[in-house]
């Protein structure tokens, strides 16, 4: 026997059939909202579920269980929102609820309520918020300490915040678990980035040392106006370890009448200025065509802090130079060599330098 259709039950009613009682269109519209709405035709949960009574009593049968049950449930549904649209700030917040809402239940299964603590830690680590991501990580640690993603999860939040000691220590917990590849990687960041704080660390400890040997010296230290070629750059005045330490300072000579420059890496505090220049000029300068620059045959000159010039005297330690002019000593010194018998000298040298009256 054939099954009989929904429309068969129509056979015999005139085609011109028009009903006695037809719905309104206000009526019409509130039933097709209705149907919309009923939990058998929607096709997605809406924001506010509260307004929607029958799809709230049919989710909440889902709830009435054991908080095992009901977690377990609850970790189900947050962890497929995370794998449809993790990315987006929207979910990751619904999904956060309802991690926090299975924590909630205490349902006293350890590694589910691992689990649960290490998913939202995801969470937060995707939203920068790094302390509480931690803190859910060593939740999840306590609950199942053989969990792995927590230790990883953790690294990954101190590395970020910085905190490199701590980060490692979580890495190596993790690979004591199991050698996983993304885990090494890590650590082998990490390790960079610790190596990289102590030579900062130390370099910071070495140049307190250095401003308050200075300071004890009465050497006043600041930063340069000079920007040196990148050959000389890496050199900077420093200390040498020894009792008690000696300050050893890079050298600049300018010849201003040629614009050329010899720069002398290390000198010590206690050499004098001509014992600095002297194998300089044992033989004639390249530029000097007239042969006019020697040691015995030159002047010397400093800036000062106020833009003037100081005639230095060529017998002079470094060190009393740097004591006894008002010059702020930067990474280096600059000292000016001029020849006094020369043209430029007379007519140019003494007024673009302003050079005070001879010291």
Known sequence: M?????????DGIPDDYVPKQRMTAEETEEAFTYLKNHPL?????????????????LQNLQYDD????????????????MKKDGDKKYFQIKAYE???DAIEQDCGDKELMAKLFSNRALISYKQKNYKCAIQDCKWAIENDPKFIKPYFRCAQCLYQIMHFNEAL???????????????????????QQIEKQQMKNEEEKQLQQLYTICNQKGIRMGPSKITLPPEYQPQKISLEQVNP???????????????????????????????ILAPLFQTPLPWDQDQQYNLNNIECYIE????NYAKLNIKAKILSIMQGYKVTVKEFIEILVVCPNTNYY?????????????Q
């Open 2 to 10: 054939k099954a009989m259709g929904l429309f068969d039950f129509l």
């Open 169 to 191: 220590k979580f890495c190596n917990l993790a690979l004591e678990i199991s050698k996983e590849k993304e885990i090494e990687e890590l650590r082998k960041i990490i390790l």
């Open 346 to 358: 007379k007519k140019q040298f003494r007024s673009e330098y302003h050079v005070l009256n001879d």
């Open 304 to 307: 000062l802090d106020d833009g």
């Open 41 to 57: 035709f929607i096709d997605h949960i809406p924001e506010d579920i509260e307004n929607y009574p029958e799809l709230l009593a």
């Open 245 to 275: 330490p000696i300050l050893t300072i890079p050298i600049l000579v300018t010849y201003p009448e040629f614009r050329q420059r010899d720069f002398i890496q290390y000198c010590s505090e206690q050499t004098k200025l001509y014992q």
């Open 98 to 100: 309802i991690y926090t």
């Open 66 to 81: 054991t908080p095992v049950n009901i977690a377990a449930a609850l970790l189900k549904n947050a962890n497929e929102i």
